[in-house]
């Protein structure tokens, strides 16, 4: 009997341990980043999701910069867009006396953010800046094809830019819509046979026979629309074409 409260205990832990592996969050830099951006207030002056900033009185630019067009104006690089987290500023714009002069004439500043934050995770804002920005932008032409499909299907309306965030999505296995470059994305989708199903139909065929898989999509706020209706010729395939670009280009 005793041996038998052992088993069962010890089948009882492994099936916890299972289920906190099973679920546990696998969240990209960019979508870490996000969510430090909207913990530290970074949205308070660049606008909702970073995309529109708020007006910034009697400075020449007009308002505070949105990540989505403006930031490679005032950053050419990595470096760049890590210095202004860092120090507010980039080393090349601190000592411009023009700068400085609209700066102080401005009613908002950026923050330094370097005592406050890990070199990580500024290296995770920068990511997310990135993605909202479109960067890395595939120059492949049918990854470019592909994300410019996923634009107008509204596929980065869930997905996030570029298909690199993770918005929340209560009730879901993680919590999250999966973004397509993070790890868990090969838990859905194992070729492009899969990945074409999940897009004609909203689910694929292995997920379909999945008693467990089915019980946490139908248990999910959000659902994955079936686009067979929507689709012109050569989309799956473009489409395809931006998400092995994007899982091979490192960011």
């Known amino acids: 009997m005793r041996a038998l409260i052992r088993i069962a205990a010890l089948l009882a832990v492994v099936g916890a341990v299972a289920a906190v592996v099973v679920t546990r969050p696998q969240l990209t830099a960019a979508e870490r980043g996000r969510r430090l951006a909207e913990t530290w207030g970074c949205f308070t002056c660049h606008g909702p999701g970073g995309i529109r900033g708020v007006p910034n009185h009697n400075r020449t630019d007009k308002t505070v910069p949105g990540f989505e067009g403006d930031v490679m104006m005032y950053a050419d690089d990595d470096e760049g867009l890590r210095e202004w987290i860092h120090d507010g500023v980039t080393k090349r714009r601190a000592p411009s006396h023009t700068w400085q002069a609209d700066r102080d004439r401005g009613a908002l500043r950026m923050p330094a953010f370097g005592r406050r934050l890990s070199s990580g995770q500024i290296d995770d804002l920068v990511e997310f800046v990135k993605a909202t920005a479109g960067e890395p932008e595939p120059q492949d032409t049918a990854a470019a094809a592909g994300l410019h499909r996923a634009d107008v299907l509204g596929c980065t309306g869930c997905h996030g830019p570029g298909g690199r965030l993770a918005a929340r999505d209560p009730g879901s296995l993680k919590g999250y819509v999966p973004p397509w470059d993070g ?56 489409l395809w074409a931006y998400v092995t670009w994007l899982r091979r280009t490192p960011h």
């Open 183 to 238: 790890r868990d994305f090969p838990e859905l989708v194992h070729d492009r046979s899969e990945f074409q199903q999940w897009v004609e139909s909203g689910i694929s065929d292995r997920f379909k026979r999945d008693a467990l898989a089915r019980y946490f999509l139908r248990r999910a706020a959000l659902h994955m629309p079936a686009f067979r209706s929507h689709l012109g010729p050569g989309d799956v395939d473009s």
